[in-house]
């Protein structure tokens, strides 16, 4: 599901899988993934808890439609990069504002990643974690790097 996904990609390092994205201008596009890394940093701004999450994605282009007889610009990888950049985001964002803002839950582990950055700011909110973690400063960025491409299609 979109939330197993969106919880599986900042929480570590995965090995293969597959995910389909609408590509602009070029149409479908399925996407193998080879490996994704995954790295969360902890502060305090502001009296706030943030976390900066980055994950890193290594993938391949199993099929995509577009006419074959154009080519990608260049074999410019940009587009289709973008595109699952996007993706991942998106399903990221949604799946840590569920965690935290309706569930009030922290099982990413984000409460003690801040123990560990700034233990004395964690000890005077850790009796309320759940409250506290709800209005935390969490940003994503998703970097996706294409290696090739596969099998390219004619659309229909």
Known sequence: SDETKGFLLPSGDIEGGAEAVEVPGVGMGTYAIQHTQSEVRASVREDTPCFDVSVSVDANIYEIDYITDENLPNRDYDVLEKALEERFQE?????????????????LDFGRRLLNSDPGYFKTVESNWAEVFATADIRTDISVSVKRIGQEINPL
Request: no cysteine; aromatic share 0%; charged share 25%.
């Open 91 to 107: 399903l990221i964002d949604r799946t840590l504002h569920i965690l935290a803002d309706t569930l009030h839950t922290d099982i």
